[in-house]
């Protein structure tokens, strides 16, 4: 018995923040920067530290009124570069399976954060990993007996005859849960009312020193079907949500 298995991924959300300098002119002169000090520039220290400052500027600062925010002096700068997410491979396929064979499928999931200092990466999934039809399905897992993984519990899956549909988290920033390679979790589901839950997570990414500020993990989905499972063609779409914080 043939068994088909393809998935289709859709990524949400590319934050773009984009500022534009002051520019001045007359007969003689233009004028065009973001501001205009005395001194500017970014210190650091051994002790992972590190400082922005602005010297001579009148009006450094955050400031806001209703619909709007401006964020004066060289330490805002970090805020207009691109917060931006990628997914490595979109469609990953698990071709034939066959019982008790587990089949695996990766991606890259990578997060370039820019001006946020923190940021989340969520994940769920539309439907169960189910026929185009949905009227028959492969099972979420819930891992080796004995080892039951939750939604937002990762435990072992290693044995063959364990069925179901999950997915291991491996690289930076990951939920601790995703002790190593053989931990597992099945995904949320958004039609049977379920919430993303998040799998990349910092709150201090500011302490990165060189460019690109980028974090990266991978994503290993996993399944496996017992004899019983019926044939066809079965699909899942996965959505990342990724959220910077400024």
Not at 54 to 83: D, R
Not at 164 to 176: H, K, L, T
Not at 219 to 231: D, E
């Amino acid at each position: 018995m043939i068994k088909k298995i393809f998935f289709v991924f859709i990524l949400f959300l590319t934050v773009v923040k984009i500022a534009q300098a002051t520019e001045m002119e007359s007969d003689r002169y233009r004028i065009q920067m973001g501001n205009l000090n005395s001194e500017s520039g970014t210190m650091t220290s051994t002790s992972n530290v590190s400082l922005s400052t602005t010297l001579g500027e009148l009006a450094a600062g955050q400031f806001t009124k209703t619909g709007y925010v401006v964020k004066a002096g060289f330490q805002y700068i970090n805020s207009i570069i691109p917060f931006t997410f990628t997914i490595s491979n979109t469609n990953i396929r698990f071709n034939e399976l066959q019982p008790s064979q587990p089949a695996t499928g990766g991606a890259n999931l990578t997060v370039s954060f820019g001006g946020a200092y923190k940021y989340t990466v969520s994940t769920i999934a539309e439907t169960r990993f189910q026929t185009l039809d949905g009227a028959k399905y492969i099972p979420d897992t819930l891992c080796d007996a004995g080892h039951t993984c939750y939604k937002n519990s990762a435990n072992i899956w290693t044995l063959a005859e364990t069925e179901g549909f999950g997915y291991n988290m491996i690289g930076e920033d990951i939920a601790s849960d995703f002790t190593n390679n053989t931990y597992f979790r099945p995904f949320p589901i958004r039609t049977l009312g379920d919430l993303p839950e998040v799998i990349m997570e910092s709150n201090d990414v500011t302490l990165e020193l060189v460019r690109p500020y980028t974090h990266q993990s991978t994503i290993v989905f996993k399944t496996n079907i017992t004899p019983v499972q019926a044939a066809g063609n079965y699909q899942a779409i996965i959505n990342f949500i990724a959220t910077p914080g400024y």
